[in-house]
C-alpha cells in the first residue's frame, strides 16, 4: 500500500500477554446506530483486549474510552472497520492511563469501497501521576474506491516526560506493483482488491472470530 502521510517512529514492544487477557468482542449486531462504552479497569495488573469488527454496517457515531485507573493495568485495542457503499461512522476513541506502569496499545484498520467514509481520532491520554505508563496508537486507511474518504487523526496528551508514547497513521492506496503482481496470476482487478482488502483487516478479524467461538 502506498502510503500518502506517515510518522516514522519507534514501537516499543509491548508488554501486554493479550494469552492472559480477558477478552471483549464487539460486531455490529450487537449496537445500534450510536455505540457508546467506557470502561473503567480498577483492579491492579487487570488487562483486556478489546477487539471490535465492523463489516458492511456499523453505528454512524462511535464513542469509545477505556480508562486504566490501577496500577499496571493494560488494554489491547484492536480495530478492524470495512466500509462499503454508503456507510459512514464518526469514533472517538479515548484511553486515558491515571496509574503507574498502564500500558495501551490501538491499532485501527479502515478498508473503503465504495462512497464510503471513515472519521476517526484516537486519543491516548497520560495523566501526571502516570509514571511508567507506555502508550501506542495506530490509525490507517486502505483507500479502495476514489469516492471513499478517510479522516484519521491518532493523537497524545501526555503530561508526564516518564513515560513512552508514540503514534502513527498513514492512508493509501492497493500499489500498481500489488496489483500488477496479483494480475500476473490471472487475479482480476476487482477480485485482487478484495484479496488486499482481506489481507489488510485479517490480523484483528482472524482474532475476533476466534475468540468468538471459543
Not at 4 to 28: A, G
Not at 37 to 51: Q, S, Y
Not at 176 to 201: N, Q, T, V, W, Y
Request: contains cysteine; proline residues 4%.
Amino acid at each position: 500500500m502506498k502510503s500518502s502521510s506517515e510518522k516514522p517512529m519507534h514501537i516499543p514492544k509491548t508488554r501486554i500477554n493479550t494469552e492472559k487477557s480477558r477478552t471483549i468482542i464487539t460486531f455490529p449486531d450487537e449496537c445500534g446506530e450510536a455505540l457508546k462504552k467506557h470502561i473503567v479497569l480498577t483492579k491492579k495488573n487487570e488487562r483486556i483486549r478489546w477487539l471490535l469488527v465492523f463489516e458492511k454496517s456499523a453505528p454512524k457515531t462511535m464513542d469509545i474510552a477505556v480508562t486504566l485507573a490501577a496500577r499496571g493495568t493494560c488494554v489491547d485495542v484492536g480495530f478492524a472497520w470495512h466500509g462499503t457503499k454508503h456507510m459512514t461512522s464518526d469514533i472517538m476513541l479515548t484511553v486515558s492511563h491515571e496509574a503507574q506502569e498502564t500500558e495501551s496499545r490501538v491499532v485501527f484498520r479502515a478498508a473503503l469501497e465504495g462512497a464510503s467514509k471513515i472519521h476517526f481520532r484516537g486519543l491516548a491520554r497520560v495523566a501526571k501521576k502516570a509514571i511508567g505508563a507506555r502508550a501506542y496508537v495506530s490509525a490507517k486507511a486502505l483507500m479502495l474506491s476514489p469516492k471513499a474518504i478517510a479522516f484519521l487523526k491518532p493523537d497524545l496528551e501526555v503530561a508526564t516526560s516518564e513515560a513512552v508514547a508514540g503514534h502513527g497513521s498513514s492512508v493509501g492506496r492497493p500499489s500498481d506493483k500489488e496489483l500488477f503482481f496479483l494480475a500476473s496470476r490471472g487475479i482480476a482487478p476487482a477480485h485482487a482488491k478484495k484479496m488486499l482488502c482481506g489481507a489488510f483487516l485479517r490480523d484483528i478479524i482472524d482474532q475476533a472470530s476466534v475468540m468468538k467461538h471459543l
